[in-house]
């Protein structure tokens, strides 16, 4: 798992849950470029992916993102929050130019 520090490393100018997302996807993709996993019979695909695309059809640029996170089957019965069973992808830093303002 890529440990953070929610106090020190996530910037301050994140505020919102978009910003958030935005960041969490460019980080994780970032310290994870290659690592794919099985997602199907036959089918892998990076554990995460994050671009920004311009899309022509409203003229504006889009973040997209996507992750594949192993979750433990006590997620099933555990009661706890969902995210709280996310598996860890790797674990690798996170490169300071994300944790700088």
């Excluded at 960041?23 to 994050?50: F, K």
């Excluded at 997209?64 to 009661?79: C, E, F, K, T, V």
Aim: aromatic content about 8%.
């Amino acid at each position: 798992m890529s440990v953070i520090n929610i106090a020190t490393q996530i910037p301050s100018q994140i505020d919102t849950l978009e910003k958030l997302a935005v960041w969490c996807g460019l980080a994780l993709a970032n310290v994870n470029p290659s690592l794919t996993a099985i997602e199907g019979v036959g089918y892998t695909e990076r554990v995460s992916q994050a671009g920004i695309f311009y899309v022509q059809a409203d003229n504006k640029y889009r973040a997209l993102i996507r992750h594949s996170i192993q979750m433990s089957p006590d997620y099933l019965a555990g009661g706890s929050k969902l995210w709280t069973y996310a598996q860890e992808l790797s674990n690798t830093a996170i490169p300071t130019i994300f944790t700088g303002n």
